[in-house]
């Protein structure tokens, strides 16, 4: 006591905090010490949509793999275009898709073509229908309007041989199946499936079907990270709720860490309830317990077990999510074999006030939309509160407002991380 008053110890409402990381920091960290699972299995394209790409795809043909037509119309010797005026040119056959002209296009001629049909060797031009005088006898009058080249697809204008085509690290999208299936090739190979344990931890939790009794609550942690682990594309393994009690978290720890390459957690590394569950972890592996200048999820542990990267995270679900899009995607794509994604910031004009102290980085729960005049707008949840976890369900953005912001003021610009892209 001093003066009447209580000396308030540094607490959760805190907004600076020297022992803080940034979250770039702690992000830097956590991907630096992390590396790609080394395991491959290669699949029919079909069944490698949202995995990522162990080898390279390399083309074995050129695409196209002949010079073929962009339009309907007829074919003709760039010799026989006129440098002025109109010239008659015989049509001696026609060219579809797939049923090639077969024969010689000579002076003076033409042949009728369609779209994506072989263009004979001798001809260089595809003039439209649509720009030719068709005669009784049908001969084609064509005029000086042409260049060489017009309407025609080179071989390998697409892709050529030997070209590396996707990347070590793509993850494989609805348009690298139609791409490879382009190429002719069957079966492509793919980084094995990264295994990603879970449990939830406190005493107050309760599976859905069980009836609440007073101070207990549904456990809903082990369903956001559920979904947001399917998302990734990861086998995930759900190992339950655990009491806190030492000897139950440490052996789900230690069974986790030996079936999986991940171990997440949630609950249980507030200042309150760390001090078991910090013993536990230091004893079975290498965690650290930090704090993190941000809002919300501010205590994060991170480490390995055995092998396995562990994830301590908050228990407040929307923590939860916040530090699971904001550290451990971007980590896990990293062990999956994947690419660094880029962080897709939009500037969008705030609706609303938005409530905020200078100290850490907010990711408040936003709703992002365009205004009639076409610029980017967001409304955030009136309750930005850790466990209000509908503030997730109704949002469709993050408003990141940097560490030294404070109140943003209607009408200013925000930084909005969309969910699309992340999720
Ligand atoms: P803790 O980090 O364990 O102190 O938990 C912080 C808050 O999150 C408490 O209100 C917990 O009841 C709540 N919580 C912890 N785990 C879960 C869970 N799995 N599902 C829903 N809420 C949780
Ligand atoms: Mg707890």
Redesign the pocket.
């Known amino acids: 006591m001093q003066n009447d008053r209580i000396i308030i110890q540094p607490n959760c409402d805190d907004d600076y905090d020297a022992d803080s990381l940034t979250c770039e920091a702690a992000l830097k960290r956590i991907v630096d010490s992390v590396r790609a699972v080394s395991g491959t299995e290669t699949l029919p394209i079909r069944e490698t949509l949202g995995r990522i790409l162990a080898t390279p795809v390399v083309s074995a043909i050129d695409v196209p793999s002949h010079t073929n037509s962009a339009m309907d119309g007829y074919a003709v010797r760039a010799q026989d275009l006129p440098a002025s005026g109109t010239k008659q040119l015989q049509v001696v056959g026609s060219a579809f898709a797939g049923k090639p002209f077969v024969g010689q296009v000579g002076d003076n001629q033409a042949i009728r073509i369609m779209t994506g049909a072989v263009v004979p060797s001798e001809t260089d031009v595809v003039i439209m229908q649509e720009q030719v005088e068709i005669a009784d006898d049908g001969s084609i009058t064509i005029d000086d309007r042409h260049k060489t080249g017009q309407n025609v697809r080179a071989v390998g204008e697409d892709i050529q041989i030997g070209t590396e085509v996707l990347h070590r690290g793509h993850v494989i999208g609805p348009a690298d199946l139609g791409l490879v299936a382009s190429l002719g090739i069957a079966e492509i190979e793919v980084c094995r499936k990264t295994r990603v344990a879970f449990f ?3 005493d ?2 309760r599976g859905i079907g069980e009836p609440l009794e007073l101070g207990q ?6 369903y956001t990270l559920h979904g947001m682990l399917t998302r990734l594309g990861v086998e995930v393994i759900d190992l339950g ?1 655990v009491k806190d009690v030492r000897d139950t978290v440490r052996t789900a720890l230690i069974d986790a860490a030996a079936t999986a390459d991940m171990v997440i957690t ?5 200042v ?2 760390a001090d078991y569950i910090k013993e536990v972890l230091q004893e079975i592996g290498e965690v650290r317990f930090w704090k993190v200048a941000m809002k919300p999820g501010r ?1 994060l542990a991170f480490g390995s077990i055995d092998g396995s990267v562990f994830f301590g995270l ?4 929307v923590s939860v999510m916040v530090t699971f899009y904001q550290f451990v995607q971007p980590c896990l794509l990293k062990i999956m074999g994947g690419e660094p994604r880029p962080q897709i910031l939009l500037k969008a004009k705030a609706q609303n006030t938005l409530k905020k102290r200078p100290g850490r980085v907010e990711y408040q729960r936003g709703f992002l939309t365009r205004n009639d005049a076409g610029e980017f707008v967001v409304r955030t949840e009136a309750d930005q509160g850790s ?1 209000i976890l509908s503030s997730m369900s109704n949002a469709n953005c993050f408003v990141v407002l940097a560490m030294d912001s404070g109140r943003i003021e209607q009408g200013a610009f925000v930084d909005v991380q969309p969910f699309f892209g992340i999720m």
């Open positions: 939830s931890t406190g107050e939790l609550i549904y456990d809903s942690n082990r709720a949630s609950g249980g590394v507030s309150g309830e205590p908050p228990g407040n679900p466990g």
